[in-house]
């Protein structure tokens, strides 16, 4: 039914956007090296809920160990990462995290009275847990502390990336120290890290979406049996995305919410709120189209297709256009 040329070109396309996804993956941004990666953590914040490596992932964050009833550094350590919370309060995907390293004073109530204290908006959370899990954080994974200190300490502040990757470290009573991790923060978090599923789910859209145009104009050239190829590979492109967003959203919990603000907001919810709908309609008459073409139909097929193309191409794009405005093109 297909030649090999075809198929060959078919492989070719998905091996390029493969390609072109790794290369994105891997961007990270300049003078900002990797030093390590933070281990998985359950430790309990100031409102007395769990809190793991898992709930951060997806977003860049400051780190320190301070605790309550310090009367050296840490006050002027909280001060600044008081400075960050409120200079990056806009940023939702930008959390503060302060860690105590006196947990047996430091309960969730403390924490909750302390984080009121430096007026902690819901980007800064403040974790406290058993003494052996903290430090264990503390050494093994942020490598800062000394395990040896009944009261280990550290005045240093830590860079987290959105995969868990330590980026930085910054002496919390420098005041140099700390504009780098300003201007740091920020090349962080414009990094691209595109998720493996919405990935391929965009990829096949772009693929129906192509296969889709080059359909229309070999019809239009009267070129009848490349227009079936490629109407059934578009077709084909589209149940896999089917399979794929319907295995992602089952098995993951991530939700993903876009972050600009003033006339892109608008934009990308307009987008989202035309697409979605669309999507689920043009479903059934996709199927009674290639029905009718399949049993050489071909009157009622094009008394359809002449509404469906144009709304399959829009979704199509608009399934590309979402997941670039979400991962790729985010605001700075």
């Known amino acids: ?45 100031q409102d007395n809920k769990t809190i793991t490596l898992a709930d951060l992932k997806n977003q ?16 002027m350590m909280s001060k ?8 990056f309060a806009k940023y939702k995907d930008v959390r503060m995290v302060s860690i105590s390293v006196n947990p047996e004073n430091d309960t969730p109530e403390a ?32 490598k800062v502390g000394d395990i040896k200190d009944i009261v280990f300490h550290s005045a240093l502040f830590v860079l987290v990336d959105r995969r868990g990757r330590i980026r ?5 009573t420098d005041k140099e120290r700390m504009g780098r991790l300003t201007q740091d923060l920020p090349l962080v978090r414009r990094e691209i890290v595109l ?37 059934l590979s578009a077709f084909s492109c589209s149940v896999l995305f089917l399979g794929c967003y319907v295995y992602y959203h089952a098995t993951t919990h991530l939700l993903t919410r876009y972050q600009g603000e003033g006339i892109w907001r608008g934009i990308y919810f307009f987008i989202l709120g035309t697409h979605t ?16 073409a399949l049993r050489g139909e071909f009157d009622k097929h094009t008394r359809i297709t002449r509404k469906l193309f144009p709304a ?5 794009v608009t399934g590309v256009v979402i997941y670039l405005m979400l991962y790729v093109f985010k605001p700075a």
């Not at 908006?121 to 994974?141: C, H, M, V, Y």
């Not at 930085?168 to 919390?172: E, S, V």
């Not at 399959?312 to 199509?316: L, Q």
Request: include cysteine; proline fraction near 5%; hydrophobic fraction near 50%.
């Open 312 to 316: 399959w191409m829009y979704v199509s």
């Open 80 to 87: 600044s990462m008081s400075a960050i919370n409120q200079g």
């Open 168 to 172: 930085g470290y910054y002496d919390g």
């Open 1 to 45: 039914m297909f030649s090999r040329p075809f198929i060959i070109t078919q492989i070719l396309i998905v091996a390029a956007i493969l390609c072109l996804f790794f290369l994105y993956r891997a961007k990270q941004a300049p003078n900002v090296p990797v030093y390590g990666k933070v281990e998985d953590f359950k430790l309990t914040n």
């Open 111 to 142: 924490l909750k009275a302390y984080s009121k204290k430096y007026q902690a908006n819901d980007q800064w959370i403040f974790l406290t847990g058993p003494r052996d899990d903290i430090q264990k954080l503390a050494t093994e994974s942020f």
């Open 60 to 75: 860049v964050w400051v780190a320190d160990f301070v605790f309550t009833t310090c009367g050296g550094i840490c006050p």
């Open 195 to 231: 998720p493996l599923m919405p990935t391929i789910n965009a990829s096949l859209n772009g693929l129906a979406g192509i296969f889709l145009f080059c359909g229309f104009l070999a019809i239009r050239r009267r070129n009848v049996m490349l227009h079936r190829k490629l109407m």
């Open 277 to 292: 709908p669309l999507a689920v309609l043009i479903v059934p008459f996709i199927l009674l189209a290639l029905r009718h």
